[in-house]
Every structure is written in C-alpha cells, then in structure tokens.
C-alpha cells in the first residue's frame, strides 16, 4: 500500500539545533544498525520507518557495513524510500559512514582517501540517493594523516556528494584537531557520534567540553546501551532480544546481561516508574537533559519500541535528589 505520512508529524517532535550550524536535528534520530539486514523482515522495517516519520523523526542514520550482511541495510533502506519516502527527500536527513573494514584489501577500510571516496560512492548506489545529508568518519584512524582524512571530507562536500560531515567515536584531543582542520578548510564539522548511555560515561570526561567550545553537535548512539537500559532483560533473556540473536557485527551477546548489569536495571526501572516513565524513555531523557546533547541515535525492532522510547521527550528534567539516586546506583 502507497505511503502518506501522517500530517501531524511535525507537532510530536522537539528539534534541536545541531551545534552552531542552521541544521536541526529531532531529539530522537533512528538508527538503521541492526533489523534492517538481509536476515530481518522488510515488513517490519518498512512500519518500523514509516512509524518513525509519522512520529516527526527526520533523522535515519545508516553507515556503509550495517546489516548484516554489511551493505545490506543500506539496500534495504533504498528500496523501501524509493518505494514511500522519495516524496519526503527534503525533509529527510540520511547519513552513513565509513571507516570500519567494509571490503577485501587495503582500500576497504580505516581512513584514506582512496576508501572514503569510493564507500561513499557505493553507498548512494545501494541507497539510490544523489546525495547524503551527513557523511562521516566512522572511527579514528591512527595511521592515515588527520589531514587526509578530513580534507576529504571536505573534497566530498565540495562535489555535492554530502551537504555535512561528521565523525564518530573520535576522543576529545583527536576530535578538537579534527574540527580544527575542517574549519580551516572551509568545512566545519557538523556532529560528532559517541557512544554514550548511563552505563558509558567516557564523553563527559572532556569530549563534551570541546563540542561545546567549538560549536559541535553531538548524537550519542547505543543511548539504551543495544537494549540493556529498557524493561526487556528483567526477567531473562527474550528469543527475540538482540542479545538472543547473534547477529554479530558488534551486537550485543547474551553473556553481557550480567547479574550486576540487571541489578542496575531493576533498580533504575523502580525509579522510572517512579517518574512516570518506561526505563527506556528514563534512558533517553537522562542523555537528553544535557542541552550539547542534540538529539538521541536509537535502534528499533519493532515500531512498538519508537513509539515508546520517542515518549522520553516529554519530560528529560532531573531534580537533583533523581540525579543523586541514579549515580547510587550506577557506581
Ligand atoms: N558510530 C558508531 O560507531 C555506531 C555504533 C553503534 C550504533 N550506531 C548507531 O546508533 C544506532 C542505535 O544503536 P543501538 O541500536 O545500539 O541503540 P539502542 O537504542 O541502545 O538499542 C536498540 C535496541 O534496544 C531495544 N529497544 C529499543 N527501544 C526499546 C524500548 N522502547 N523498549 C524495549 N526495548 C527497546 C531493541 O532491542 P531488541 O532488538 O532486543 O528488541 C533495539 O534494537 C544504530 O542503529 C546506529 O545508527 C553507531
């Protein structure tokens, strides 16, 4: 059945300014990481998209080796915007990435030149897309010159290829050379893309300082941490959980839901419900209340998930005595 989005999506969402730039972001982005392969159902991925935009998320993050197989959820998600979303490329914002290994030999991976040119290439292919919004460096690479890598970037914005670039899990010194480089180069970087969720704090020791100084937004992803910060491991591991899935490619395993992780959870969700909130939605809040947060990067199996977790956004205020609780328990 032909898609028309739902007309009130733009009255659900709140849109953050992404940095110092004229770009806004929705608080709650989707992530195409995983559920989006070859081995997951296009029918749900197809309402898991459509549930997302109907709800005002602008936002799909893809990068060149999501599936799996790597390069399959970027085909996927073309197939399923030629078919409901090309009337909407406007108020769409797409990205992707490269710089984990995504083909054989020495150009398929890291941060040359050579790679991130024809990964981006291949990636409009597989999307059907002229452009991206936002093209990232996936991962530092500590033997390609910083230079390099980012004057590309700045080739691929000069080409029309993307309109912004990004980079992903760069530490603080690294990311300020970086932002740096691309500002004097005429391109300033748009976002950067951490890992961060209450059981994952490294970007609150210095990362978020320099994106601040310099104007940066930031879109932390894995803000559930792949699931562990929702309802869902509460009592044992689910046949349909990521953890029970082994998908590989990064996901979470079963041996990671330790009894010291769900003690935390059990915890945390008391004060959730507390709060009047799902955990995951207490989850996202809690990244959210920072305001150099721009928006949160959330995955999906099922379109149930967006509709709740996009729920955090109507209350992300802490008082002191909340903030006090959650750090007792997540020391
Ligand atoms: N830059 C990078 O290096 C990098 C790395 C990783 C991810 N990312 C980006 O970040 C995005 C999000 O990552 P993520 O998928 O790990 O994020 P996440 O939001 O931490 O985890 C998503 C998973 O949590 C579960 N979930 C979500 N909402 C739920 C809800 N309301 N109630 C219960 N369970 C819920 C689902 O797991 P089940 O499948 O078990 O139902 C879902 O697949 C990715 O798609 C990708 O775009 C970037």
Redesign the pocket.
């Known amino acids: 059945m032909s898609y028309t989005a739902s007309s009130n999506r733009y009255e659900q969402m709140e849109y953050r300014r992404c940095g110092n730039s004229g770009l806004m972001l929705p608080a709650v982005s989707l ?5 989006f392969g070859d081995i997951d159902s296009m029918n749900k991925a197809r309402d898991i998209l459509r549930t997302a935009f109907d709800h005002g998320i602008t936002h799909f ?3 060149n080796n ?1 599936g799996p197989p790597p390069g399959s959820a970027e085909k996927n998600f073309g197939q399923l915007f030629k078919a409901d979303f090309l009337p909407y490329r406007d108020e769409l914002i797409i990205s992707t ?1 490269a710089g984990w290994k995504m083909w054989e030999g020495p150009y398929g991976d890291w941060g040359s030149r050579k790679y991130l040119v024809a990964s981006l290439d291949q990636s409009l292919k597989r999307m059907g897309l002229d452009y991206v919004d936002i093209y ?1 460096h ?2 530092p690479d500590p033997h390609t010159p910083l230079e390099e890598t980012m004057s590309t970037l700045d080739l691929i914005v000069r080409q029309g290829k993307a309109l912004y670039v990004g980079i ?2 760069y530490q603080p010194a690294e990311a300020a050379k970086a932002i740096a480089i691309l500002r004097e180069l005429g391109t300033p970087c748009l976002i950067h ?1 951490p ?1 961060y ?1 209450m059981f994952e704090r490294w970007v609150e020791n210095g990362l978020l300082d320099v994106l601040e100084r310099e104007g940066v937004g930031c879109i932390p ?7 562990m ?4 491991y509460l009592k044992g591991v689910p046949t ?4 029970a ?1 082994h998908r590989g490619n ?1 996901a979470m395993e079963e041996d990671q839901v330790t009894p010291e992780k769900l003690d935390k959870v059990k915890r945390l969700n008391v004060l959730a419900e507390q709060r009047g909130q ?1 955990l ?1 939605q207490m989850a996202l809040a809690w990244v959210l209340k920072d305001p150099r947060i721009t928006s949160v ?6 379109p149930e ?1 967006v509709t ?2 996009l729920q955090c956004i109507k209350n992300y205020q802490f008082s002191s005595e909340e903030l006090a609780l959650i750090e007792g328990i997540l020391r």
Do not use: V
């Open positions: 992530g195409l990481w995983h559920n993050d893809l990068a999501y990435k990232y996936h991962r992903s899990s893309q890992k969720s992803f894995s803000p559930l941490a792949q699931g910060l929702t309802n869902k349909d959980s990521r953890a899935s990064g799902s995951a990067l959330i995955g999906a199996s099922k998930q709740d977790s």
